[in-house]
Structure formats: structure tokens, C-alpha cells
């Protein structure tokens, strides 16, 4: 059971260029997120999904792009890479929970950004 | 806009004593507080949590409290051991979101010294 797995682990982009961050699960989550961290900030939500074919806007998704296709994958996408989106991104995943809450956010390792 | 603030970017504490990591929140409308810890290079894990029904709440050596009044909840770890020694990050939660949908703090870096 690895949890949330996140490639790559580190990535240079030059300005302009696109990449696809990947994040899988095999915890049978129904939802996930993207979040990006900054130095000095906390972590700030790009965009989540509550299941497969479901994805929806966070705090900070312009220049983003995701898709749920299946439970377990929740790729995001830069298409034009800006250095304002050199940071941190960490993948998590949750499960409704039994009372009111959903558990806990279970976080990734984390890709680490820089835009050159 | 900062919704949830941790004003102290690093405390330290010697092991064996108390320490208290502080969050101060401006949206009287979360209902669900959790306290993530980070160690580098790997994401954060969870600590504790707390309803906004509650004020206080208990794991072991860790306690969170919550003053819904002040707009305030804060963290308390004792014994503090070294391996306590991370970045922690509290995280509000708006209602509908079942605790979904974190705003996080700024984060506090403990050092806990042997």
C-alpha cells in the first residue's frame, strides 16, 4: 500500500515549456487534490475532484489544468510555465468519513518546480 | 487575504517541556480545524483535529484547544520530544466541504532541543 504517489520528485522547466505532474492513489479515495506551496506560505489549493469525471476549482487554478479519467490518477497540467509557478505541489487524497467529516487529508511527497 | 495565520514562523523548546503553537483565523465560518505536521522532503501528516462544537480535544501528548470567541486555536505538545522537531501547519475548513477543501496556515517550524 504506498499511499499517494507522486512523480516526478524534482523538474526544471524553461519559461513557455508544459509538463504534466502525476499523482495516484490506492487507497480507493473518492477525492483528491492539487495543492502548491510557496516558501514561507502555506499550502494553497489549485484544484480538487470528488470522483472520477469530477474536478472543480480551487483558490489559485488559473494556469492549471486537471482531469479525473479513472479514482486512482489525478494528473495536473501546466501548459505555459510561468516562474510564478515555481513552488511545491503536493497530491492528497480523502475518503467520506463515517460522522460528518471527511478523514484527513493524505498527502504526497510533493514535486518540486522551478521555472527557468 | 490570509484566513488562517500562524504569526510565529519558528519557536523552540527544550525536550521535556511544553510547547504551544498558536492560529489565529479571520472566517468565523469554519467549522473544522486540523493540525498537519511536515517533515522535509515528504508531505504533511495529520495530527489532531477539532469541531467548532468543541474547545478542546486530546491524542496522546498532543492537545488542541479552540477559542471560537478569539478566532483562535492552538496546539499543545508535552512532553515535547526531538522527534517532534517539524514544520507545523494548522488548517480551517469551511462548512459543506465535510473538512474538505483546507486553507493552511502559514506553517511554525519547531526545533525541539535535547
Known amino acids: 500500500n504506498a499511499g499517494v504517489t507522486q512523480t516526478p520528485k524534482f523538474r526544471i522547466l524553461k519559461i513557455g515549456q508544459s509538463m504534466t505532474l502525476q499523482c495516484t492513489q490506492d487507497m480507493n479515495h473518492n477525492y483528491m487534490y492539487w495543492y502548491r506551496q510557496d516558501p514561507g506560505m502555506g499550502l494553497k489549493l489549485i484544484y480538487y475532484s470528488v470522483g472520477a469525471g469530477i474536478t472543480d476549482k480551487g483558490e489559485v487554478p488559473n494556469g492549471y489544468n486537471v482531469s479525473r479519467s479513472t479514482t486512482e490518477d489525478f494528473p495536473l497540467r501546466l501548459e505555459l510555465a510561468a516562474p510564478s509557478q515555481t513552488s511545491v505541489y503536493f497530491c492528497?487524497?480523502?475518503?467520506?468519513?463515517?460522522?460528518?467529516?471527511?478523514?484527513?487529508?493524505?498527502f504526497g511527497n510533493g514535486t518540486r518546480l522551478t521555472v527557468t | 487575504d490570509q484566513q488562517v495565520k500562524q504569526n510565529s514562523p519558528s519557536l523552540s523548546v527544550q525536550e521535556g517541556r511544553i510547547s504551544i503553537l498558536n492560529c489565529d483565523y479571520t472566517?468565523?465560518?469554519?467549522?473544522?480545524f486540523l493540525w498537519y505536521k511536515k517533515y522535509p522532503a515528504e508531505g504533511p501528516t495529520f495530527l489532531i483535529s477539532?469541531?467548532?462544537?468543541?474547545d478542546k480535544n486530546e491524542d496522546g501528548r498532543f492537545t488542541v484547544f479552540l477559542n471560537k470567541s478569539a478566532k483562535h486555536l492552538s496546539l499543545h505538545i508535552v512532553p515535547s520530544q526531538p522527534g517532534d522537531s517539524a514544520v507545523y501547519f494548522c488548517?480551517?475548513?469551511?462548512?459543506?466541504?465535510?473538512?474538505?477543501?483546507?486553507?493552511f496556515g502559514e506553517g511554525t517550524q519547531l526545533t525541539v532541543n535535547p
Open positions: 488548517a480551517a475548513s469551511p462548512p459543506g466541504t465535510s473538512g474538505s477543501r483546507l486553507t
Open positions: 492528497a487524497s480523502s475518503y467520506p468519513g463515517r460522522g460528518q467529516y471527511n478523514s484527513p487529508l493524505h
Open positions: 477539532i469541531s467548532s462544537i468543541k
Open positions: 472566517n468565523s465560518m469554519f467549522d473544522y
